[in-house]
């Protein structure tokens, strides 16, 4: 692979060595984000709107299934049919972050949920559900959150029995990005075993809540439709961040999902879910440095003309040195990040590296938007320097695909273990 030497800081987007592909979905994302305009940006926060038509033209050109191969994007034209790789990924997110794209997150999603179709899905669910997600006509979502099962995910309560040909779906998911667009969901839910069932209920019932029986279930993951019957959007929900991405919560309710729905074996729905969740917290990485870049460089540029202007003469030191860390922080941040993805090209991804990554990265967001605000004082407030959103994005960063604390205590039991 021919390796091209970029000036540390230099793009103001990143330092290290990329490819000559990389670099052309770089240049591709900084394209297609410099083309959205700021204020469309600041609308879809303002009004917790999700950018559908957006979303299907960031497809078009190849972002929605960058990580995969051109098997399954036959509806996708030659330049955007090329296959990429996560370092390219990465790149793309931390552009789309940098400059706040109203449709980052649910990309970031939509792969992750591409992934494990990819992966344990059987050659009819990928020709079903491929094509069109990398078009854009599919639009994907992960169900796995529920509001009795956040950080601890053995606890999920929703329920999935077969009963002839379907397996009924009960239980609520929450916190679901992009649940209120999407077409299909990658649902976990714990398989219930009819004599199981019969033991501790006397007669199969399709409508029980989890029972301790139930429990014991295994987990299994489901591929649901928007369409299958029984299948409702619940409670919307309107955050201080990650705003305009149809977050809310899923309610299927007696859901009639047909028997090839299922995706890989019964009982793999944990290694169906971690397996994604290990690349997906890379991603948020990326996009958790394109935030601290982006704050970073709103901040640096105003504080720049309030020299040239003379608006400022004093503490100049001090600026210089919280510049200076962020400089650091966002670099180091970076190197783990692009370590993470290139382990995850290199078929060796670490979920251990994975949850550094993500945890760093989204601390780093943190740090630097809250610093950037100090600097700026009032300025820093505004939402047109977009510095105040990412600050309150950074904030969900730190909390979803895992809690950073969460995240620190599987690095520690990992770290134990070897
Ligand atoms: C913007 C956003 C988008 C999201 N999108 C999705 C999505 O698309 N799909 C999806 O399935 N989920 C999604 N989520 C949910 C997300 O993954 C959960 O919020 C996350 O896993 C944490 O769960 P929780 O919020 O229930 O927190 P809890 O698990 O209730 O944790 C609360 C606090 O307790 C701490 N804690 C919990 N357990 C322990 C422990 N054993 N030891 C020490 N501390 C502990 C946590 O670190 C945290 O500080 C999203 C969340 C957000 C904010």
Redesign the pocket.
């Known amino acids: 692979m021919v390796q091209t030497q970029i000036t540390p800081g230099a793009s103001g987007v990143m330092s290290g060595k990329f490819s000559k592909e990389q670099l052309a979905w770089l240049d591709k994302a900084k394209s297609f984000a410099a083309a959205v305009p700021l204020s469309e940006v600041m609308a879809s926060d303002k009004d917790n709107t999700f950018r559908r038509d957006l979303f299907v033209k960031a497809c078009q050109e190849g972002f929605g299934a960058l990580p995969f191969g051109p098997e399954y994007k036959t509806g996708l034209k030659d330049h955007a049919r090329t296959g990429g790789d996560y370092v390219s990924f990465a790149l793309i997110n931390q552009e789309f972050a940098r400059k706040v794209n109203p449709i980052m997150s649910s990309l970031g999603?939509h792969v992750l949920c591409q992934e494990p179709i990819y992966k344990f899905g059987n050659a009819e669910q990928k020709a079903k559900y491929l094509p069109p997600s990398a078009t854009g006509e599919f639009l994907g979502?992960?169900?796995?959150?529920e509001p009795n099962a956040?950080?601890?995910t053995a606890a999920i309560e929703t329920t999935a029995r077969l009963v002839g040909d379907e397996y009924i779906l009960n239980g609520t998911?929450t916190?679901?990005?992009s649940g209120a667009s999407a077409d299909f969901y990658i649902v976990m839910a714990r398989l219930l075993e009819n004599k199981e069932d019969k033991k501790s209920d006397g007669e199969a019932n399709p409508h029980k809540a989890a029972s301790p029986a139930a429990r014991s279930g295994q987990i299994t993951a489901f591929v649901v439709e928007r369409k299958f019957e029984g299948f409702e959007i619940g409670q919307k929900f309107d955050?201080l961040g990650?705003r305009g991405y149809s977050?809310c919560e899923i309610v299927m309710n007696d859901c009639k999902v047909p028997k090839a729905n299922l995706l890989g074996a019964h009982g793999e729905g944990r290694k169906v879910a971690l397996g994604s969740l290990a690349k997906g917290r890379v991603t948020i990485a990326a996009q958790c440095c394109g935030w601290a870049q982006g704050a970073f460089e709103a901040a640096t540029n105003l504080l720049q003309r309030y020299y040239r202007d003379g608006a400022i003469n004093s503490d100049a030191n001090g600026h210089a040195r919280t510049l200076g860390e962020m400089a650091v922080s966002i670099e180091s941040a970076r190197v783990l990040t692009f370590q993470a993805a290139r382990l995850i090209d290199a078929n060796e991804a670490s979920i251990t590296v994975a949850a550094m990554a993500k945890t760093v990265a989204s601390d780093t967001a943190m740090k630097v938007a809250t610093d950037a605000i100090s600097l700026l004082g009032l300025e820093g407030l505004k939402p047109d320097l977009l510095i105040e959103r990412i600050f309150r994005d950074a904030k969900?960063g730190q909390?979803?695909?895992?809690?950073n604390?969460?995240q620190r205590?599987l690095i520690a039991r990992d770290l134990l273990k070897s």
């Open positions: 999603v979502a992960f169900g796995l959150t956040g950080s601890d998911k916190f679901i990005t955050m990650m977050t969900a909390i979803y695909e895992g809690t604390q969460i205590m």
